[in-house]
């Protein structure tokens, strides 16, 4: 038997009451929340509480170069964007030049353009590049909310491209709880599975999994 005080359960009204005393979301944020939630694919977007997390933690961190695995429209790296100080960057990797465009009008309304650079080609072949070019042990932090099945070579990638006390942050490892059943074993349920397990046994990072939102694991490069 577990033995510990469980979360307080997650309502519809303690959820929204969370959301009334602990966001602070900026005009232009929102409408782009806003913007992406009538799309059909709008659930893909984070969950509103993490992007205060995220920018949180880059402040944290005092980040000035950090990458987004997966950029969607646009709102992580909004948030990621807004804790940065000025010269500061966040290089972002996506493949959908529809979803790039609404990204790229909000940033600008934001007036966060110059620090965000969206390269719109397959993300493995970004890293890649990235790589080649010298930048493994350059970024602060790294964001990965991208195709399920390539998780592990995402995160392997950002460790590469971590410096020592760099911190990656993995969104949806608890992918709905599906990981949780061993009896679902569709790809992107086993790739997550595989991860949660493998990151619990890796010594290169400090682990630390948040079951928050759709969960949130954050490992910090030794």
Not at 93 to 114: F, K, M, Q, S
Request: aromatic share 8%; hydrophobic share 45%; glycine share 8%.
């Amino acid at each position: 038997m577990l033995n510990f005080v469980r979360p307080t359960p997650l309502t519809d009204r303690v959820y929204e009451y969370a959301l009334t005393v602990g966001l602070r979301e900026p005009d232009a944020l929102r409408a782009l929340r806003e913007e992406t939630g009538r799309l059909a694919e709008g659930e893909w977007q984070i969950a509103p509480e993490q992007g205060p997390l995220l920018a949180l933690l880059v402040k944290l961190m005092g980040a000035t170069k950090c990458l987004e695995v997966g950029t969607f429209t646009g709102y992580s790296a909004l948030w990621v964007a807004s804790a940065l100080p000025a010269g500061g960057q966040v290089v972002c990797c996506d493949v959908n030049p529809t979803y790039a465009e609404i990204a790229r009008r909000h940033w600008a309304a934001a007036g966060l353009a110059d620090r965000i650079e969206l390269r719109l080609a397959p993300a493995l072949d970004t890293l890649t590049r990235l790589r080649a070019g010298g930048a493994d042990g350059t970024f602060d932090f790294a964001f990965i909310d991208a195709d399920k099945s390539n998780y592990d070579a995402y995160f392997e990638a950002a460790l590469a491209l971590l410096r020592p006390g760099g911190l990656v942050a993995i969104d949806n490892t608890l992918w709905d709880g599906k990981p949780a059943d061993d009896a679902i074993t569709d790809a992107d349920t086993a790739a997550i599975r595989a991860l949660n397990a493998k990151l619990h046994a890796d010594t290169r990072i400090d682990l630390c999994f948040l079951p928050f939102a759709d969960g949130l694991t954050l490992g910090l490069k030794r």
